[in-house]
């Protein structure tokens, strides 16, 4: 049933002005366009970010609540944000729509998100902390 959801809401929100998408699925609303460089895959990027899964009110994860942003290499992460975050130039924030193959799959991860999952995750790019 979840991926019958995500395939339905990202038909339907393909639609809506400003949604943009890619080749692989992923789409993206631009919130605010920053001015900065952009990241390639290799880099490690702070952002801050929250995490819900379709028609959650409450974020299953948040670097916000934490008021503390996150760093990680953009190749060590979901499909979706290695691509959605290169697309976004440093001070940028977006919204992603991730699909679940660019999730975590049909086996989903942990107790928090089932299989199938569409993901929709508020990032904002502070900073590239290494290019490699």
């Known amino acids: 049933p979840n991926i019958d959801q995500?395939?339905?809401?990202?038909s339907q929100n393909a639609k809506r002005e400003g949604v943009k998408q890619t080749a692989s699925g992923l789409q993206y609303e631009v919130i605010k366009e920053g001015t900065g460089a952009r990241p390639v895959d290799t880099s490690v990027v702070k952002v801050?970010?929250?995490g819900f899964l379709l028609n959650a009110t409450r974020?299953?994860?948040s670097s916000r609540e934490?008021?503390?942003?996150?760093?990680?290499?953009l190749n060590g992460v979901i499909r979706g944000w290695t691509e959605g975050v290169q697309l976004m130039t440093v001070g940028s924030r977006y919204k992603f729509y991730v699909p679940y193959q660019l999730?975590?799959?049909?086996q989903g991860s942990?107790?928090?998100i089932p299989g199938g999952s569409l993901l929709i995750f508020d990032v904002e790019l502070i900073e590239i902390v290494k290019s490699n």
Do not use: I, K
């Not at 995500?6 to 990202?10: G, H, R």
């Not at 934490?66 to 290499?73: G, I, K, L, V």
């Open 6 to 10: 995500c395939n339905s809401f990202l």
């Open 48 to 50: 801050h970010y929250e």
């Open 59 to 61: 974020p299953f994860d």
């Open 66 to 73: 934490r008021a503390e942003p996150t760093q990680f290499p």
């Open 103 to 106: 999730g975590y799959g049909e």
């Open 110 to 112: 942990g107790e928090v």
